[in-house]
């Protein structure tokens, strides 16, 4: 790809300018995919993991095609999951819709409801929003949906996955019928598939970087060890990466195993959804600019997270199922890259962890050890013996979700 990539699919100068003093230059998959369809005015079905580029893909023509907005009437409406991500898609199109004097308002629970307000009745060109949150604004009178050209569904697994939907279809019926729409999400089936079928008029399917072609840049480790010594073990492995992201299962685990990781000289921070909006997004800031090596979540808070460059997944914890081994493990082998994901695995959790192997088409040794194991200070470059594979298979490194 040249340099004016975004340009050769229709993206205007001044917006072209912008990512480029970014930095960006060279569209990613889903973005060469999506972005003439959309600036076509067709509707698009996205299905991409976090960190495929789906934020540019859907705000690049978002910010080019709307115009101006009445204080409280968007033309541009954002749908996701969590205020983390909320936070984030802001902070991605914000740079651009400054550009074209779009304002952009972001609103999620959580936070002062009087601030959101005051900045609607501002002004509000494109609103990136909690699904929660925004009806709490409609019923106020503070925003109407009744401008609306332009609408993303972003995550919509996720969404599904939180039990969202009802508020997205509530939200939905608001929305006048001559609007655009966008999804985006891991799976279009179930709950998903009949999202699509309600308001999309005969989307453009794109698939990108699905589970499979993910999967094969990851590195998977599952390493069996003693409870006692399991934060030790979890401490070497930080202290051999830059940026790792370890999850755990609940949210006392969460502030329990941060702690415990620095007591042991391994700066962590935690995120859970007891924590006030300004924790978890002062934790997060800390994490993705490296003034923390280590970050601590449950499965919630990480919804939907874009954070670049995590170079391991820890699961502290095993997940209870193949789906949330995919979605945690998404954190890291982002956009193409590498990533190692290492699974913690207690003498009694074996089976378990077999059960979720055996259902997600891995195949890897369950290799035990301690705290002074030096495999643990290059656990990427260091293979599990075959030999050890714990299922029968032809090739435990090409089985796949």
Not at 226 to 241: F, L, P
Not at 298 to 325: F, Q, W
Not at 357 to 372: D, E
Request: aromatic share 4%; with cysteine; glycine share 6%.
């Amino acid at each position: 790809m040249t340099t004016d990539g975004f340009a050769a699919l229709g993206i205007a100068d001044d917006l072209v300018t912008v990512l480029t003093e970014d930095g960006i230059s060279d569209p990613f998959s889903i973005q060469r995919m999506s972005i003439p369809d959309v600036l076509a005015g067709r509707d698009v079905c996205g299905r991409a993991r976090t960190g495929s580029g789906k934020t540019l893909a859907f705000g690049l023509p978002m910010v080019q095609q709307l115009a101006a907005a009445a204080p409280g009437r968007p033309r541009g409406l954002v749908l996701v999951p969590t205020r983390e991500l909320a936070l984030q898609v802001t902070d991605v199109l914000r740079p651009l819709a400054a550009v074209r004097a779009i304002p952009v308002l972001t609103v999620y629970g959580g936070s002062s409801m009087r601030s959101q307000i005051d900045a609607a009745r501002k002004g509000t060109g494109i609103v990136v929003a909690t699904p929660g949150r925004l009806i709490d604004l409609m019923e106020r009178k503070v925003i109407r949906l009744d401008d609306v050209e332009m609408v993303t569904i972003d995550e919509a697994d996720q969404m599904a996955d939180m039990g969202f939907l009802p508020q997205v279809r509530r939200i939905m019926r608001e929305v006048p019928e001559s609007h655009q729409t966008m999804l985006f999400s891991a799976t279009l089936d179930g709950q998903v598939g009949a999202l699509v079928d309600a308001y999309m008029r005969d989307p453009v399917r794109h698939e990108v970087d699905t589970s499979a072609s993910h999967v094969e840049t990851m590195e998977h480790r599952f390493l069996k060890v003693h409870h006692m010594d399991k934060v030790k073990v979890a401490a070497a492995i930080a202290q051999s990466s830059t940026r790792t992201l370890m999850f755990v299962r609940t949210k006392h685990a969460c502030d329990r195993v941060a702690r415990d990781l620095t007591e042991h000289g391994v700066q962590a921070k935690a995120i859970h959804g007891d924590l006030h909006q300004r924790q978890r997004e002062k934790a997060l800031a800390q994490f993705s600019d490296g003034k923390i090596p280590v970050l601590v979540a449950t499965n919630v808070a990480a919804r939907g997270l874009h954070i670049d460059d995590v170079d391991v997944v820890v699961h502290y914890d095993p997940p209870e199922d193949p789906k949330t081994y995919v979605h945690r493990s998404g954190r890291t082998a982002r956009a193409g890259e590498s990533g190692l994901v290492v699974t913690l695995v207690e003498w009694d959790q074996v089976n378990e962890v077999l059960g979720i192997q055996r259902r997600a088409g891995l195949n890897v040794p369950i290799v035990k050890m301690f705290s002074n194991d030096e495999r643990l200070t290059h656990l990427e470059d260091w293979q599990p013996p075959d030999e050890l594979a714990p299922f029968r298979s032809t090739s435990r490194r090409r089985r796949r979700f």
